[in-house]
């Protein structure tokens, strides 16, 4: 029962996150939402008040947890520290509660990719390898584009990871590359979804541009969408086509992972 949704920015992987852990939610049960990406948005998504924003701290802000839990402070010059720190109680006591979802935004960390074995960074990938591998929630990861925050052993223990895309080859050829990199890291079950789609000649062209990915479905573009976003509401606030499709679009998911 753990998701990573991935993609382009801009193609609604937020939505699609945002969306699924309220579907979740509603059947009872317990959704565990990651906004993992640096350019964080789910909190908004999945209903949080403008004025409760700033109570959300992200994990890689928490200097003295992080110091506490690996035993360097975060930016020192610490040559020694904990590799495998606690983190099990992290949802619990550092969790923001959202309509039924436990919200956890990991923030900017510095990158793996730079060579950087720092706390901050320890201290994320152990907390997203105790998520997908010894919870029993519904954990749902709202990705940046790429898979870089999954390890191997992390990675291996997701049961689906979807990359949105949009009508449009640089949206496609992001999903190719997601996909490639998936593979290698031992993801078995890697699908598309297709958003912002205007009608069957969108279907057709992300039909012929990925072809050799499993597409799980499409959703049609709604502006109900953005008038949701310019008032502050999630976007399941209200009935719209859009809800519909991500309503039959995590049908196909049961279908094609019975495990969920």
């Known amino acids: 029962m753990k998701l990573a949704v991935t993609g382009k920015g801009g193609v609604g992987k937020t939505t699609l996150s945002a969306v699924l852990s309220h579907l979740f939610a509603k059947e009872g049960r317990k959704v565990i ?3 993992a990406d640096p350019d964080a948005n789910l909190a908004q998504a999945l209903g949080v008040k403008p004025s409760e924003l700033d109570n959300i701290k992200p994990i890689s802000e928490m200097a003295d947890l992080i110091e506490e839990r690996t035993g360097a402070r975060p930016g020192s010059s610490a040559k020694v520290f904990r590799i495998n720190p ?5 949802p619990e006591e550092f969790g923001y ?6 919200l956890l935004i990991m923030g900017k960390s510095k990158s793996a990719g730079a060579g950087c074995y720092c706390p901050e960074n320890i201290f994320l990938k152990r907390l997203l390898k105790h ?4 919870r029993d929630e519904v954990v749902i990861v709202d990705m940046e584009a790429g898979i870089e925050h999954l390890t191997r052993g992390t990675s291996e223990a997701v049961d689906a990871m979807i990359v949105v895309v949009e009508p449009g080859k640089r949206s496609a050829q992001t999903a190719h590359a997601v996909k490639l990199m998936a593979a290698e890291m031992g993801i078995k079950n890697i699908f598309v979804v297709a958003n912002k789609v205007r009608g069957q000649d969108d279907i057709e062209f992300i039909s012929k541009e990925l072809s050799d990915m499993n597409i799980l479905g499409h959703i049609k573009l709604d502006t109900s969408l953005m008038d949701a976003d310019l ?5 399941f606030a209200n009935e719209s086509a859009a809800l519909e499709s991500i309503k039959q679009i995590k049908a196909a998911l049961h279908r094609f992972v019975p495990a969920l």
């Open 231 to 235: 008032h502050g509401e999630p976007p």
């Open 33 to 35: 939402a990651v906004d």
């Open 86 to 90: 606690k983190v099990d109680d992290i």
């Open 131 to 134: 998520l997908v591998l010894e």
């Open 97 to 102: 509660k959202v309509n039924g979802v436990t």
